[in-house]
C-alpha cells in the first residue's frame, strides 16, 4: 500500500521550497511524485503547430523525492509520517503517527 497518493496533502520538509504547502498533482513513480506549486522550472518549448501548441517559456511543477515531502496532518497543523494500520475487518488504512488518525475515511 502506497504511503502518498494523489490528492493528498503535503508539506516539502527539505530542498529550495522547504515549508510550501500543497496537493500530490500525480505519482511519476515508487520514489517521485509531482506536487502543486512545488518544484516550479521555466522550460523552453518548441512551438507544435501541429497540436497547436505555441512556443516560449514555459513555467512547469517537476517531480520531487517522495522523501522530500510529507503528509500534512490537519489536527496538528505540521507535517506528519503516516503508519498502514490493518482494521478488524481486513482493510488496511494509512494512519498518522502522531495522533493515531486514519488519514482515509
Given at each position: 500500500m502506497n504511503k502518498m497518493r494523489k490528492g493528498d496533502g503535503v508539506i516539502v520538509i527539505t530542498g529550495k521550497d522547504k515549508g510550501k504547502r500543497g496537493t500530490v498533482l500525480r505519482r511519476?513513480?515508487?520514489d517521485r511524485v509531482v506536487v502543486e506549486g512545488v518544484?516550479?522550472?521555466k522550460k523552453h518549448v518548441k512551438p507544435n503547430p501541429m497540436k497547436g501548441e505555441q512556443g516560449g517559456i514555459?513555467?512547469?511543477e517537476m517531480p520531487i523525492q517522495i522523501s522530500n515531502v510529507a503528509l500534512y496532518n490537519p489536527s496538528t497543523q505540521k507535517a506528519d509520517r503516516v503508519g498502514i494500520k490493518t482494521?478488524?475487518?481486513g482493510r488496511k488504512v494509512r494512519v498518522f503517527k502522531a495522533n493515531g488518525e486514519v488519514?482515509?475515511?
Open positions: 511519476v513513480d515508487d518544484n516550479r522550472v514555459v513555467e512547469k482494521l478488524d475487518d488519514v482515509d475515511a
